[in-house]
């Protein structure tokens, strides 16, 4: 297990979660009082504190610390949003996304953000921030002045008048108004180009005119430039004074201000000479060993990045679209094979032989985009584990089993995050100490089971862990006390309804708020984010023995291999990985055992399922049959004959789900469109062996 592995997972899911903390703060600062959109951010920023402490960057960790502690505040009703504050946590974020754009370019991630995080402070202290950054104004210029350049005065103006231009400025340097051209570079690690440029020229507008840019402004709005822009101003604004507002826009690099002198706007229109430069002051240019080592650096990489994109990221609703289209095609393909049986022409079969082996090269490209195995996201767990055991002082050895099963692509994005807050969990509140430990007579070192399996049409995820178990009188105490059930109620509750109270929102046992237990955070998200996959997620937990928490995924979509099979006149579909064999048996070999059909099958006793009974399935004769077509079918360990009138064959079929209306159908976990158009429901083999 390779590092790249999940640091690759870690900066592409860095990424995201700042991308939502961005998108959240636009949203939230058109509606401030939206308390739901504080929470969505401090989710994400509380998932991304606890992976980039658990990846050692601890910088990275310690301003997300500090600006959750903002949102924590802002959720709590302790602190109200303004303008102010919002500016100071839009400054974190881009300095987050600096940080994570230097870990993804090879640094650690390591920046100065010292004025940001006292200015956070001060925001949960509920004291001013100007008061302290007055205090700190000229350290704060003079570290601008190193880290971004300062005012340059260039020996010409570098950009192209026309003699409508040259007549605008003359008239307006005439009147006293400054004439400046100035140069601005972007950060190379820029995601929002456009952005940026829009806060310059806001700005620039507030403080003059704008009459010339290069590129055009249409240019600038589409990115098609590098990180460099220049632009013509008129304006009775001093040039530090401009240079000092345009730097505050983030992942502003550099300003270059040359102030332009009315000799060369006297001339003749037509005449090409150059201006005059007027300096404004003297000044000289500097730039600093880090500035000249992080240019040597981004030569040294622009090589190895431009050999690494080998890679393109495609959005999900695109890959739905295709995987949608790709579904018809399987469904024409299935029609095509049953005219062509009928029609038996020898052309038309070759034809449609020929594309049903395209068709099936086709296929596995298609569905190998969309599915990952889960080490993906399993593979950052051991190092996660490792520091969290020492950060507590416990022995922890964490075991992964079935880390090659394969998930969609959106199941994956969304697992990760209910995985750490369910790893996090059992490690910090699951896992006692060594000393607890071993007074109870257990081994000092605790385990925790991260499993993954296929069985039908589900992935199953469970954790398990041999700790402290749930405690039922902690449990209910704190739910009582939080309002979450009533003393009244808890008479009535099994031990399982009183182990998922502890997925509550807000419920939270921990005494005392760390980086690791959270701050009541973390299971409700779990069960939102599971029951919005259409899964579900269930808590077993013996007291001192141990606690495993198992998450039920469905394969939502997909296309699967069946067996269809047939009861009077309905064709069902039994998916293929769910049965072990088919067999014919007489009447003789079904016995009763405990008001149940059974038969013996190699040994172990199965009962039988009778499908017809099962789905009401109305049947024009009642005649008995001396044999029986069974499917056996599997469920972990147990095993089940499933009773069907005939095998019509194996199939791959389209998995489609039955809509809004016809939710939680017994047994049914989908439907699919055969060759000859008729709809064959697909049976889940899971429901039927509880």
């Not at 009763?592 to 789905?615: S, T």
């Amino acid at each position: 297990m390779e590092l790249n592995q999940y640091l690759e997972m870690f900066i592409e899911e860095s990424k995201e979660h700042l991308q939502a903390c961005s998108d959240n703060l636009l949203e939230l600062e058109k509606n401030p009082t939206d308390l739901a959109i504080v929470n969505e951010i401090f989710r994400s920023a509380h998932t991304l504190k606890g992976m980039s402490a658990t990846m050692g960057y601890e910088d990275l960790a310690d301003l997300t610390h500090k600006m959750e502690n903002v949102l924590d505040a802002i959720r709590n009703e302790k602190i109200q949003v303004n303008a102010e504050i919002l500016d100071v946590v839009f400054e974190s974020v881009d300095h987050l996304e600096e940080m994570v754009m230097d870990i993804a370019d090879g640094g650690d991630g390591k920046k100065d953000v010292s004025l940001t995080v006292e200015k956070l402070k001060r925001i949960e202290s509920a004291e001013p921030i100007q008061q302290e950054t007055a205090g700190i104004d000229l350290r704060e210029t003079a570290a601008a002045e190193v880290a971004a350049t300062t005012a340059i005065l260039e020996n010409a103006p570098q950009l192209e008048y026309d003699d409508f231009e040259k007549t605008v400025l003359l008239q307006s340097t005439e009147q006293g108004f400054n004439a400046f051209e100035i140069a601005v570079t972007l950060n190379d690690s820029c995601l929002l180009k456009a952005a940026r440029v829009y806060m310059v020229f806001d700005i620039l507008e507030k403080n003059g005119d704008v009459v010339k840019s290069s590129p055009t402004v249409d240019k600038l709005e589409d990115e098609q430039f590098d990180q460099d822009f220049k632009v013509a101003l008129i304006s009775q604004t001093d040039a530090e004074e401009l240079r000092s507002k345009i730097l505050k826009v983030s992942e502003v690099e550099r300003v270059t201000i040359t102030q332009l002198s009315k000799e060369l706007f006297i001339q003749s229109a037509g005449v090409e000479s150059e201006p005059v430069v007027e300096p404004v002051t003297e000044e000289v240019t500097v730039v600093s060993a880090v500035e000249v080592k992080k240019e040597e650096t981004t030569q040294k990489t622009s090589g190895a990045k431009h050999a690494a994109s080998k890679t393109i990221r495609v959005s999900i609703e695109r890959l739905d679209i295709l995987m949608n289209l790709f579904e018809e095609l399987v469904i024409d393909r299935g029609r095509l094979q049953s005219i062509a049986t009928e029609v038996n022409h020898s052309e038309l079969n070759e034809t449609v032989e020929r594309m049903s082996r395209t068709m099936g090269d086709l296929q596995n490209i298609v569905l190998t985009m969309r599915m990952i195995p889960i080490e993906t996201v399993f593979n950052r767990f051991p190092k996660m584990v490792r520091t969290l055991s020492r950060d507590l002082k416990k022995k922890i050895n964490l075991e992964i089993i079935g880390a090659e099963t394969e998930l969609d692509r959106t199941v994956i994005d969304e697992i990760g995050d209910p995985l750490v807050h369910l790893i996090r969990n059992s490690v910090d509140h699951g896992i006692e100490s060594p000393e607890i430990r071993r007074a109870n007579g257990k081994p000092e070192e605790g385990n925790v089971t991260l499993r993954a399996y296929h069985s039908g049409n589900y992935v199953f995820i469970e954790i398990e862990d041999d700790g402290a178990g749930i405690n039922r009188e902690r449990v209910l105490k704190k739910a009582i006390s939080k309002g979450i059930v009533t003393k009244e109620s808890v008479l009535s509750m099994s031990d399982k309804q009183i182990n998922e109270l502890i997925l509550a929102s807000g419920f939270s046992t921990a005494e005392v708020i760390s980086d690791i237990s959270g701050r009541g955070v973390g299971l409700d998200v779990v069960k939102t984010t599971i029951e919005s996959l259409g899964g579900n997620i269930s808590i077993e937990s013996t007291e001192g023995v141990g606690s495993i928490f198992s998450i039920q995924l469905p394969l939502t979509l997909s296309i699967i291999s069946v067996m269809l099979v047939e009861i009077e006149q309905e064709t069902y579909a039994i998916p293929l990985s769910s049965i072990i064999e088919t067999s014919i048996i007489k009447n003789s070999d079904i016995l009763n055992a405990h008001n149940q059909k059974v038969i013996d099958f190699r040994g172990k006793v199965v009962p039988l399922i009778f499908l017809d009974e099962i789905f009401d399935v109305p049947r024009t004769e009642q005649a008995e049959d001396e044999y029986h077509s069974v499917v056996i079918v599997r469920k972990g360990d147990k095993l089940a004959g499933l009773v069907v009138d005939t095998f019509i064959g194996q199939q791959e079929i389209v998995l489609k789900s039955l809509g809004n209306y016809l939710t939680n159908i017994f047994a049914i976990s989908g439907a699919t469109i055969l060759g000859n158009g008729k709809v064959a429901l697909i049976v889940d083999c899971n429901a039927l062996m509880k």
